[in-house]
């Protein structure tokens, strides 16, 4: 192991211009957001359209099932549109997570791993408790609306309550907070309006989040 | 005026430099690939900035690999946050009594 000092590299540089002290407290105010921007794994604008984006997905869900009586659940172009929007939300997620931890190493890029892999594995309950509710006989109201609709709200969103609750970040706490009580609501508001309530609490929890981490931004 | 800042911070090439490495988690690092490529600095420029850093303690940084392979990771010390810090205060108090 070596250092900076072994880079064989010809190097020139002088201390600058003089710098004013007003001008120092700007720059180091501009460059110290810079770099919380960049390192920033959820920055507000891409949350805010993978809010939009969720949303969509979750009306989409909610207007196919509106009015069916007896309920039968989504349909089939209904669920290729929400994953459709789950695809867009994961690409661009990875996309983020990519961009924003290059070139960085240490015990924070291992630790946001083990939380991402409990984040996704949480998304595994839902279907699983959906699949052991069919194999026992339960009606397209259970499976195919309560159980979808709330299931990953409260699953996943309380692994994230946990998750933040563990970095003290409360921005984050309160977003997922929203989501596990959104999907609570959603339990019992009927299998179609479930959609819609979920819908609105993930849209209000990832939008929250995203206006949180605005004043990060310049 | 300028005498209670740090001149080894006080300068806008590594003054950009520790911010930037001051943005990341205490434990961390950052390649220098990728510094260089946030501050738009030549090479050059960055390791002469960078060694001034070292030798003052403010940053500490090891290369791991061979030839093309080789990554080069550069965080800030404990010093060089307490540095920031200091800096910052000293600006603060400097710009207030203007």
Redesign the interface.
């Known amino acids: 192991?070596?250092?900076?000092?072994?880079?064989d590299?010809?190097?020139?540089?002088d201390?600058?211009?003089e710098?004013d002290?007003?001008e120092?407290?700007r720059?180091?105010a501009r460059?110290?957001g810079?770099?919380?921007r960049?390192?920033s794994l959820s920055p507000p604008r891409v949350s805010a359209f993978m809010a939009a984006v969720i949303l969509a997905g979750y009306v989409v869900l909610w207007l196919s099932t509106r009015g069916q009586h007896p309920y039968q659940g989504p349909s089939g172009a209904a669920v290729a549109a929400i994953y459709s929007a789950v695809a867009v939300a994961v690409a661009v997620s990875v996309m983020v997570y990519r961009r924003a931890t290059?070139?960085?190493?240490?015990?924070?890029?291992r630790q946001q791993r083990v939380e991402g892999t409990a984040i996704l594995l949480s998304y595994l309950g839902s279907p699983l408790i959906q699949g052991a509710m069919h194999h026992y006989g339960a009606g397209p109201t259970i499976v195919y609306g309560v159980i979808p609709a709330a299931g990953p709200l409260i699953i996943v969103g309380t692994t994230v309550l946990g998750v933040a609750a563990s970095k003290a970040d409360w921005p984050q706490f309160a977003a997922a907070l929203a989501v596990v009580v959104a999907g609570i609501v959603a339990l019992f508001v009927g299998p179609s309006a479930a959609w819609l309530a979920a819908g609105i609490g993930v849209f209000v929890g990832v939008a929250g989040y995203a206006a949180a981490n605005g004043p990060y931004r310049r | 005026?300028?005498d209670p800042?740090d001149p080894v911070i006080?300068?806008?090439?590594?003054?950009?430099i520790v911010?930037?490495l001051?943005?990341?988690?205490e434990?961390?690092?950052?390649?220098?690939?990728?510094?260089q490529r946030?501050l738009e600095l030549t090479?050059?420029?960055?390791?002469?900035?960078?060694?001034k850093l070292?030798d003052a303690g403010y940053l500490?940084?090891?290369?791991?690999g061979n030839g093309r392979a080789s990554r080069?990771?550069?965080?800030l010390t404990r010093e060089g946050r307490a540095a920031l810090e200091t800096y910052?205060g000293a600006?603060?108090d400097?710009?207030g009594g203007?």
């Open positions: 192991m070596h250092g900076i000092g072994d880079i590299q010809t190097a020139s540089a201390d600058g211009d710098l002290p007003r120092a407290a720059l180091l460059t110290g810079d770099a919380r960049q390192f290059a070139g960085i190493s240490g015990p924070s890029v | 005026m300028t800042l006080h300068a806008p090439a590594r003054l950009r911010a930037t001051a943005a990341l988690p434990t961390d690092s950052l390649s220098f690939t990728r510094l946030m090479p050059g420029n960055l390791i002469t900035h960078l060694r070292e500490t940084s090891e290369t791991s080069t990771s550069i965080a910052t600006l603060r400097l710009i203007l």
